[in-house]
């Protein structure tokens, strides 16, 4: 049996060559994949689930075709999609996860989240994630018309690139005590997250034994996923 992993696609439009891995990977998954975990920001942005391009069609009618024939897909909201919301969800046959979420990985408890709730040193991000993630601020957002909403994202997006490109790169990376205090606060050794692009898997000394921080990579360049097989190995595997 597999677990299978995967976070940052960055699904966009004007990338269909993302699309295809994406498609190419799920037709690839073995077929002993018991179920398929994706970590946030799927899509570059998502603007409500009223937004049914044939772009985003598409993509949800791969999803779709994937739970239909018997593959559960755990969705976890990045900063990007967190708009997806219940519609989504009916349509695409996926299950939303809660920010923080501990998967038996058979037998290993592992935590897994979207990544950006770590890098607390961004203080002006997370001032933003709270705002945003208000139902108040959500229900705001979705009072606009489809076409203001694109105008609004696309203004955050260049505000991101901006605020991005003028912060240190340590800033951006996680914050090893809250690193330390999300994995105490559900009793793990083991995390699995996204968003940082820093793919790696990080060792340390927790509890006085090993543990260790997976980070997924992004799909920029390749697809990528991580496969947790029942005997604990583990295998990162490549999409071209
Ligand atoms: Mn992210």
Redesign the pocket.
């Known amino acids: 049996m597999i677990k299978a992993f995967i976070s940052?696609l960055h699904l966009e439009e004007k990338r269909p060559d993302i699309a295809d891995l994406f498609t190419q990977f799920l037709g690839n998954l073995p077929a002993t994949t018991q179920s398929l975990y994706i970590l946030?920001?799927f899509f570059e942005k998502w603007i409500g689930d009223d937004d049914l391009t044939p772009f985003n069609k598409m993509i949800m009618d791969t999803l779709k075709k994937a739970t239909q024939s018997g593959l559960p897909i755990y969705f976890m909201h990045?900063?990007?999609d967190f708009l997806i919301g219940k519609k989504f969800l009916k349509m695409t046959g996926c299950t939303l996860l809660p920010d923080e979420h501990v998967v038996d990985l058979f037998g290993t408890p592992t935590l897994v989240m979207?990544?950006?709730t770590l890098c607390t040193q961004d203080v002006k991000y997370q001032k933003f994630r709270k705002k945003s993630r208000s139902w108040l601020f959500k229900k705001w957002v979705m009072l606009y018309s489809l076409e203001k909403r694109r105008a609004i994202a696309e203004r955050y997006r260049e505000a991101s690139k901006a605020h991005t490109s003028t912060t240190a790169e340590y800033i951006m990376d996680v914050t090893a005590s809250e690193v330390v205090r999300v994995m105490q606060k559900h009793g793990v050794q083991h995390m699995i997250h996204?968003?940082t692009h820093r793919p790696f898997v990080h060792q340390f000394e927790l509890n006085g034994a090993t543990a260790t921080r997976t980070v997924l990579g992004p799909w920029h360049e390749h697809g990528n996923a991580l496969l947790c097989k029942e005997n604990g190995k583990r295998e990162t595997i490549i999409i071209r």
């Open positions: 940052d946030g920001d990045g900063n990007r979207h990544g950006d996204g968003h």
